[in-house]
């Protein structure tokens, strides 16, 4: 599906060393644009001894194989030496120039398990180029990971030693600790361009949003004091600092917010605001939109706008986030009510429709969000197993935006959710009922639809 869809860049499939998994990957990859093989296999002695049983010359002989077996369907290979960075450096040579020979033509060097430091990785690139012989026929690159807290330096002392790929990913999500934040890497090559002297094809201003909607989609909140996007990022609380930022926002900003896409231009919209002035807004924020995207965002702003006094741009990207993971609504909320005190049980009952159903109940609970959970599985028919429950405010006030996320499990599989309101209870209604509608999306569950209470 991906392959299919995205056009542009190229889309690489992952495969280990086998024929099996290269042909997997080049199914996968059959409508793809621009396709990429990447084919792995490790080469530390741990993990040869310990996890495939095999030695030097069989590796170096599988990977040979692997790589002339996936150059027969598509001509961009790309070969990864797993756990290089805890890897023998001649035997690293030995097989990188192998493979090269038989068609790599992007060589990775990863650190597996974050272990390396920025000058023994730096080094490590520095001897594959100057003692892998075939070296100029391919591209060097670089995927490091972040569990002692250097994935991003590590990737950037590769790039100044010569690595022209870095495998990264948006808010450094990934295995373990994550892997390099992309938008740590592009914006100190974008920053240091002069130390580093490479660049990037990126459109940096696109990097906040695309971190807000991964953060979205996954559910995973961002640090505020994370570096580029973290809510702190561009905040100056010392009165010392303030005072240069004001005169000069060189003095203590390395970066312009605008850089990344932020807007210092933060006109408040209200009740009162007409769909010419939210129009203008999204555009402002970067925001192309056709007119009934316009249209039905624009009711769901009129709808914030009666409950908040004033409207900011984080609330207008909360809510097209939202839109922009808009999935099948099997249930959607009507209304809910709850009744909580600390001397009373909470209760909760809630109003769903379900295509032309609508379904009422009610239940008990340890609090009013877990009784409005209770009352939503009552309506739905089934019951969910309740990972985690995170709630944070969009933006400040005692009127702001809240925002529920949660995550959810069944038959093994998570699923989170996610929901807006002035109302947190009713933010917490929406996320589980939005993680509900995702589970169904995918999930066979025989007894959906069979909850009692429909009027």
């Known amino acids: 599906m991906v392959a299919a869809n995205i056009k542009g860049p190229t889309i690489a499939a992952l495969a280990r060393a086998n024929k099996k998994d290269i042909d997997s990957a080049r199914q996968a990859l059959e ?25 030097r010359v069989q590796v170096l002989a599988q990977a040979q194989e692997s790589v002339r077996y996936a150059k027969q369907f598509i001509n961009d290979i790309e070969f990864s030496a797993e756990d290089a960075s805890r890897s ?17 033509t992007t060589i990775n060097v990863p650190d597996t398990v974050g272990y390396t430091t ?20 391919a591209i060097i690159s670089v995927h490091c990971h972040d569990d002692l807290g250097m994935a991003v330096a590590n990737s950037l002392a590769a790039v100044a030693n010569g690595a022209m790929q870095v495998e990264c990913t948006i808010n450094g999500l990934g295995e373990r600790a994550g892997n390099a934040a992309l938008e740590e890497l592009v914006m100190a090559l974008n920053t240091r361009k002069e130390y580093y002297r490479a660049a990037t094809n990126i459109d940096t201003k696109q990097i906040y949003r695309a971190s ?15 570096a580029v996007v973290g809510d702190n990022a561009f ?30 231009n933060a006109i408040v919209l209200g009740k009162h605001s ?15 939109l056709d007119s009934q995207a316009i249209n039905n965002l624009f009711v769901q702003f009129k709808d914030l706008a009666d409950r908040k006094k004033m409207v900011f741009d984080r609330d207008i990207e909360a809510l097209i986030s939202v839109k922009k993971t808009h999935i099948a609504e099997w249930y959607r909320l009507i209304y809910h009510t709850v009744v909580s005190s600390n001397k009373t049980v909470a209760t909760a009952s809630v109003q769903l429709s379900s295509g032309d159903k609508v379904i009422e109940q009610a239940s008990c609970g340890d609090g009013p969000v877990d009784a409005i959970f209770k009352a939503v599985e009552k309506a739905v028919g089934f019951e969910v197993g309740l990972q985690d429950y995170q709630l ?7 009127d702001a935006l809240g925002e529920a996320t949660v995550w959810v499990e069944r038959d093994g599989r998570v699923f989170s959710g996610r929901g807006l309101s002035t109302d947190v209870i009713e933010a917490s209604a ?7 509608n995702k589970m169904l999306a995918v999930c066979d569950i025989p007894e959906s639809g069979q909850g009692e209470g429909v009027i």
Not at 88 to 104: E, K, N, P, R, T
Not at 212 to 226: C, F, M, Y
Not at 276 to 286: D, P, S, T, V
Not at 392 to 398: D, F, L, N, Q
Request: aromatic share 8%.
């Open 31 to 55: 409508k793809a644009e621009r396709a990429r093989i990447h084919t792995f296999i490790a080469t530390s002695d741990i993990h040869l001894e310990h996890k495939l049983k095999m030695s």
């Open 88 to 104: 023998d450096w001649d035997f690293l040579c030995q097989i990188y120039s192998a493979v090269i020979a038989a068609g790599a």
């Open 118 to 137: 920025p000058a023994e990785f730096g080094a490590l690139i520095k001897y594959l180029r100057e003692n892998v012989t075939n070296i100029d026929k």
């Open 212 to 226: 807000r909607l991964v953060s979205t989609l996954t559910g995973i909140v961002i640090p505020p004091n994370k």
């Open 235 to 264: 905040a100056h609380e010392s009165g010392i600092h303030q005072h240069g930022v004001l005169n000069n926002s060189l003095t203590y900003e390395i970066m312009q917010p605008e850089s990344i896409g932020i807007s210092r």
């Open 274 to 288: 007409g769909r010419h002035a939210f129009e203008e807004r999204l555009k402002h924020l970067g925001y192309d």
């Open 392 to 398: 944070k405010a969009v933006t400040a006030g005692e």
């Open 430 to 436: 929406k996320a589980y009922i939005n993680a509900i």
